[in-house]
């Protein structure tokens, strides 16, 4: 069966087909998806434009009521949904139910929050004058998302922007239009007008740089690579449309003399391989004291040997495939680089071969390595980890900062004074202290500095910055006759 677009709320088919196969077993073909034309995405804006107006005038409990179902929904079904986001994704079951669920908390917090959005007012200076200052959406938003976490990312943005009264076009990645076609079915069935949410899936190249470029989309919330954040800013700057971007990022982890290795190297598993290191908080480089250097690598080392690699939906699967092929073949490229250079593979980087065709590999530690070493400066998205020796709190600090990249930092130690001035000196818009850098709350800001992010922050209530525009009104009352 053809899983089509959701276009002005009809199910339509386009002009071309996403084969959706499991990364765990290539033989299995999770089904096939239609791409939307681009006169189908004319449609689609042209639509939206439309309904928004319905949408931002029919209340604010008509909007907390469709958010609440979808929430409530999502998480009722986050087994079947994560069983289904694992299967077309990879990542292990308990981290896909996990992420349908938490999705599901994305729309019923914004659900609140379309109840609870306050304005301003203030007297004039003139006399007899008063000011209100509120916010109005935007009006037709469009959301790119990747696929490495297909369904939270989009729902971090979709939920706000129905909340505040925006219509929304959602062109998911191509890897898994499986979890966006489950998101978009949820939503045909509630009382949203037909136009409000819509779902184009389609190429990166095509259809989303159509989107990107579109005059009439008033806002574009991007989460993806650097590269194809920098094609839709200059995409949308040539409309002045709104836009903002979550990147890439080349996270590090400080483990410092005083820390409890145990933790770190748990955390150090959990943040560099979960998700095959597909996840753009992942702690890709791993800055150890050298006092307790040794023993940490030996550690991690031996965790990484029981880090069960396997199909996604396999129990007993602590890391499953990587995405596609395409990413396959960029990781073992990385790993022949890396075996070129000093630097020294402590275990792991194998391509493995299971009872089942997919795209596995072994996940690898990477020893002896300079942070001027290519690996450590680029966005692998692999399940590849590499260790500095560090010296100094103060040399660590400075390795950390010394990226492009600024999305989260963490440090172990248990100093509360290395804590507090690395937490104000980092580079970085999240910063972790004796935790994983992977892992954040959906009440609170996410978002990073330099290369990785650009424009307003997005969840928590700051979402509202970018999913509204202000509009400062005077009155004049007048004298009571
Ligand atoms: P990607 O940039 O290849 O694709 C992201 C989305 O953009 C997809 O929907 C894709 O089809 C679309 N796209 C591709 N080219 C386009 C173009 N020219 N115009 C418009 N749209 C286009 O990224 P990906 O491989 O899907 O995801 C991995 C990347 O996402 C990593 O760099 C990762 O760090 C980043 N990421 C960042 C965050 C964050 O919050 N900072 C979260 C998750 C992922």
Redesign the pocket.
Known sequence: MLNKNLINGEWLAGDDEIKNINPSDTSDVIGDYSCATLTQLEDAVNVARQAQQGWRQCGIEARQAVLQQVGNELMARAEELGKLLSREEGKPLAEGKGEVYRAGQFFTYYAAEALRELGMNADSTRPNIEIDVRREPMGVVAV??????PTA?ASWKIAPALAFGNAVIW?????TPASAWAVAEIFSRTALPAGVFQLLA????T???A??AHPKIDAIS????????V??AK?AAANLTKFQL????KNALVVMDDADVDAAVAAALGGGYSGSG????ASSRLLVHSKVHDEFIEKLTAALAGFKVGNALAADTKMGPV?SNT?LQENLKWIERIKSSDAEIVCGGERLALAEEGYYMSPALVVNSINEMDFNRA?M?APIAAVQKINSYEEGLAIANDTDYG?VAGIFTRSLARATHFRRSVESGCVTVNLPTAGTDYHVP???RKN??FGAR?QGTVAVEFYTQMKTAYISAGTPQ
């Open positions: 790119v998302s990747p696929w490495n976490f990312t062109k998911p990645a191509s890897n389609g190429g990166g190249g259809l989303g740089n989107l990107a991007f989460t993806g690579s650097y590269t194809t954040g094609e839709i995409a979550e990147l890439g990022s597909q996840k753009c908080t995405v990413q966005e998205f999305l996410f978002g990073g990785s992010s997005e």
